[in-house]
């Protein structure tokens, strides 16, 4: 025992104990400086194009500036005039949350769900599944075709059936009309959602010990559902964790699809949301002090989703 | 009690706990939800086959009956007479997706080999701050990146797309919890003290290791750049991409509707076709992506 202990030190002179903290860290810096010439370019990458616009937009939500004069530093009057002075501020932050608080949820349990029954199919066959379901999200602009399907006149599928059922005289101008544009495009977000999550989670369900499954039906889960609660979901929180993730991120920015479908801006703002609110700051307008604060507003939002699912997913098989 | 469990044996695997009417239910579910997501792929493709009398027919058929390869015909013309010539918007989306791509991955491999294979001071927060920004969507940083693009002078460059897609997390997250689980760490170690550099040792044994993880990275970053449509940096006509190009066909109208439609149809194609030949190799990264707390 000793002999071993005495060799390990031969081997690693200095153990973390013999030197200062600051001393021993630089020690393995230097013994490592491969691994940080290895992180080093895409570290530089992406501080400079993710981590300090978040902390630069934070100073500028601050101040006045504007590309142009120099920023002036006003404290918090962006954001008092963001939720005092902006009512179309406040309706793009009610669109986003009624967005964001159904298509990240129900995206979320639908990819499960989906992972979930296709799970018990052959390989072949939950492959052609998965493409079925996964396509969608990644074939770009053909989410279009709903404009298609709900076109305004008799020639869209929808007013065409409706129309022939007697239901309707004249055709619906489904974009047109404020009450239909939110739900519509929020039915076609969903459409394109099962992306990421989806796959990470047909992934996870494959690699779940089959042994639990036969521990746990010794141990009296009586049916799939037993099982799904007290074996699959624990043992699948770390994935359940990362398509969360995934699916707020995809909640929070959907405004590609109502500008594709319903116009920029969209009939009387009823689908306008934060995104087109940043975009129309900061880049027609330029107020870029007052457009951090809209993107601050942004950051902090999803954050809050983060935090929310963090505590959610602990509570899982309890 | 008396009824024990339900034990019953299928074509591949015995399945413990499975009632019928649950499978049945679950199949009724299945199916539904599988028409949802499939019509719409389907109709957008009988609408590109559609010759022009059936575009505009009342009441609409949902699957065309006298398909006509017309619109893609049109497509190509429309395309050989726009005023950017339309190879022009093609070889930019090209050129973007693989550029941006090959750098994504470069950059990321390299990280990813020293984040998950080298205790190095540091690694623990920086892949933090890397799991924290897969949390926002990046139209959030997009307003103080465009201060960064003027210093740079990169408005109005493909660059301004280009390098931020090398520093794409995605890819990087998925790429090392992948060779996390599946790069056992005694084989870099009997590598090491065989003499093998650490650069070696990443690119002659690491990275032949985990190639569904660069697969999936390449064909995650490819999608997302091909996709990628009118950006805020750039305003020139002739940098601008084939989606944007489509884009604009799309909002044509009617006189370019079946175009239109087999626009879509064009761009629909190349990753659908791209996931198919990849799709066990991304399963298989994927089965690595869970976020341990």
Redesign the interface.
């Known amino acids: 025992m000793a002999k071993q202990a005495a060799a390990k030190q031969a081997k690693k002179p200095v153990s973390r104990k013999d030197m200062s903290r600051i001393r021993w ?1 630089m020690r ?2 230097m013994r ?1 400086k ?3 010439v ?2 080093l ?3 530089i ?2 501080f ?7 902390v ?2 934070l100073a ?1 939500s601050l101040t006045t500036f504007n ?1 142009l004069q120099w920023p002036n530093f006003i404290f918090f009057d962006n954001y008092i005039r963001l939720f005092l002075d902006d009512d179309l501020f406040i309706k793009a932050i009610q669109n986003t949350l009624i967005f964001a608080a159904v298509t990240g949820p129900v995206s979320y349990v ?1 990819s499960f ?2 992972a979930w ?2 799970n ?1 199919l ?1 390989p072949k066959v939950r ?1 052609l ?8 999200s ?9 404009g ?2 709900f076109s305004g006149n ?4 929808v007013n ?2 409706l ?2 059922l007697g239901l309707i005289e004249e055709p619906i101008q489904w974009f047109q009309n404020a009450a239909y544009v939110m739900p519509l495009c929020i039915v076609v977000a969903l ?1 394109t959602s ?1 992306g ?1 999550a989806f ?2 989670f ?3 369900l ?2 779940v010990d089959r042994s639990l ?2 521990a ?2 010794v141990d009296g ?4 559902w ?2 799904l609660w007290y074996i699959t979901l624990p043992y ?4 359940l ?2 398509g969360a ?2 699916a ?3 909640s ?2 959907f ?2 699809i109502v500008d ?1 479908l319903a116009g920029n801006p969209s009939v009387d703002y009823c689908a306008w949301t934060i ?1 087109h609110h ?2 129309d700051y ?2 027609s307008r330029f107020e ?1 002090g007052y ?2 604060a809209i ?1 601050v507003v ?2 902090a939002m ?2 809050g989703a ?1 935090l929310l699912i ?1 505590r959610l997913l602990s509570k899982l098989g309890q | 009690m008396a009824k024990a469990k339900k034990l019953r044996i299928r074509k591949h695997a015995v399945v413990l706990n499975r009632s019928r009417g649950g499978d049945t239910g679950i199949g009724i579910m299945l199916f539904l939800l599988g028409a949802f997501m499939f019509l719409p792929m389907v109709y957008a493709i009988s609408q590109s086959l559609k010759p022009l009398d059936e575009l505009w027919k009342f009441p609409p058929n949902f699957i065309v009956h006298n398909p006509t390869v017309k619109n893609y015909t049109d497509l190509f013309r429309l395309m050989n007479t726009s005023w950017v010539p339309f190879s022009r918007y093609l070889f930019n989306t090209v050129l973007i997706s693989v550029s941006g791509t090959f750098g994504n991955l470069i950059l990321s491999s390299m990280a990813a080999y020293a984040l998950s294979k080298i205790k190095f001071p540091g690694r623990g927060w920086m892949f933090q701050m890397i799991v924290l920004s897969l949390m926002f969507s990046a139209t959030a940083a997009s307003i103080a990146n465009f201060i960064t693009m003027s210093l740079l002078h990169w408005v109005d460059t493909l660059w301004a797309v280009i390098v931020p897609a090398w520093g794409s997390t995605l890819g990087l997250y998925l790429m090392k919890q992948f060779m996390e689980s599946s790069v056992s760490d005694a084989v870099l170690e009997s590598a090491r003290l065989d003499g093998s550099s650490e650069f070696n040792t990443f690119i002659r044994i690491a990275m032949p290791m985990v190639k569904p993880a660069w697969l999936t990275l390449i064909v995650y970053s490819f999608q997302g750049l091909w996709n990628s449509g009118a950006s805020i940096y750039i305003y020139s006509e002739e940098l601008k991409t084939f989606n944007y190009a489509i884009s604009q066909i799309l909002s044509g109208g009617i006189v370019r509707a079946g175009a239109g439609a087999a626009s879509t149809v064009v761009m629909m194609i190349v990753p659908v076709v791209v996931f198919v030949i990849t799709q066990s190799n991304i399963i298989e990264t994927m089965s690595a992506s869970g976020m341990k707390d």
């Open positions: 860290t393995e810096i490592n491969t691994a940080y290895l992180v370019p895409f570290m990458i992406f400079l194009f993710t981590v300090i616009p978040v630069v937009s500028l590309m639908l769900a989906v029954f296709i018990e052959s492959a599944v998965t493409l079925v379901f996964y396509a969608p990644i074939s770009g602009a053909v989410y279009t075709i709903w298609v399907f008799a020639y869209g599928y065409a059936w129309m022939r459409w099962l990421t796959l990470s047909i992934a996870g494959q690699i499954y036969e746990g039906a889960v009586r049916n799939r037993q099982e699948m929180r770390p994935q964790m990362f993730i995934m707020i991120t995809g929070f920015g405004g590609g594709a995104t940043l975009a900061g880049n870029v457009a951090s993107s942004l950051f999803m954050f983060n963090k």
